[in-house]
T-cell receptor, first 114, second 115 residues
Framework: AQSVAQPEDQVNVAEGNPLTVKCTYSVSGNPYLFWYVQYPNRGLQFLLKYITGDNLVKGSYGFEAEFNKSQTSFHLKKPSALVSDSALYFCAVRDYNQGGKLIFGQGTELSVKP | KAGVTQTPRYLIKTRGQQVTLSCSPISGHRSVSWYQQTPGQGLQFLFEYFSETQRNKGNFPGRFSGRQFSNSRSEMNVSTLELGDSALYLC??????????????FGEGSRLTVL
């Protein structure tokens, strides 16, 4: 079965420092990977996706993600963190063996301190 | 254009009751998916509808059901509520079915509390 794992429940970063939120995947076939962000009491907002092509994908709010096939990873990155980036981040993969539904990781709570 | 709209945003029910949640997708989107979010289980897929047909279903008991109307609006129903059904229910829409590679656009969710 397709799956994604987010090894860190929480990531703490100082404002202005680079941030990385980790995601690894396990899929058969080509992976279609996504990152979403969720602010308190809100729905999920799409950040970026990898389908094919360049391994470095740029998304919303200055976020980018690097697809690494050999390491089966799709880490989310941002060069300079903002306090307003504090939120819950989800990595997800399309499971085409089960109709294409999104399989989500457990989420990583990002806290950016001033 | 307007995003995905879910109603109600918050509701409280008691065990044994039933509940209906509504979702209006982004204009032009024909696919609607439902997810349940809980602290313990995370985000779990419930079902997907496209052109009024259920295309995919997650591993939830038959108490969870849904439907889609000709205008692409969708409803989900949970009967005989249990305490464990307390969750944030998220609706998401997309242009095509989940078999394509497009992203899903989520609503703000309906937070259900079962007492």
């Amino acid at each position: 079965a397709q799956s994604v794992a987010q090894p860190e429940d929480q990531v703490n970063v100082a404002e202005g420092n680079p941030l990385t939120v980790k995601c690894t995947y396990s899929v058969s076939g080509n992976p279609y990977l996504f990152w979403y962000v969720q602010y308190p009491n809100r729905g999920l907002q799409f950040l970026l996706k990898y389908i094919t092509g360049d391994n470095l994908v740029k998304g919303s709010y200055g976020f980018e993600a690097e697809f690494n096939k050999s390491q089966t990873s799709f880490h989310l990155k941002k060069p300079s963190a903002l306090v307003s980036d504090s939120a819950l981040y989800f990595c997800a993969v399309r499971d085409y063996n089960q109709g294409g539904k999104l399989i989500f990781g457990q989420g990583t709570e990002l806290s950016v301190k001033p | 254009k307007a995003g995905v709209t879910q109603t109600p945003r918050y509701l409280i029910k008691t065990r044994g009751q039933q509940v209906t949640l509504s979702c209006s997708p982004i204009s032009g989107h024909r696919s609607v998916s439902w997810y349940q979010q809980t602290p313990g289980q995370g985000l779990q897929f419930l079902f997907e509808y496209f052109s009024e047909t259920q295309r995919n279903k997650g591993n939830f008991p038959g108490r969870f059901s849904g439907r889609q109307f000709s205008n692409s609006r969708s409803e989900m129903n949970v009967s005989t509520l249990e305490l464990g059904d307390s969750a944030l229910y998220l609706c998401a829409s997309s242009l095509g079915t989940s078999s394509n590679t497009g992203e899903l656009f989520f609503g703000e969710g309906s937070r259900l509390t079962v007492l």
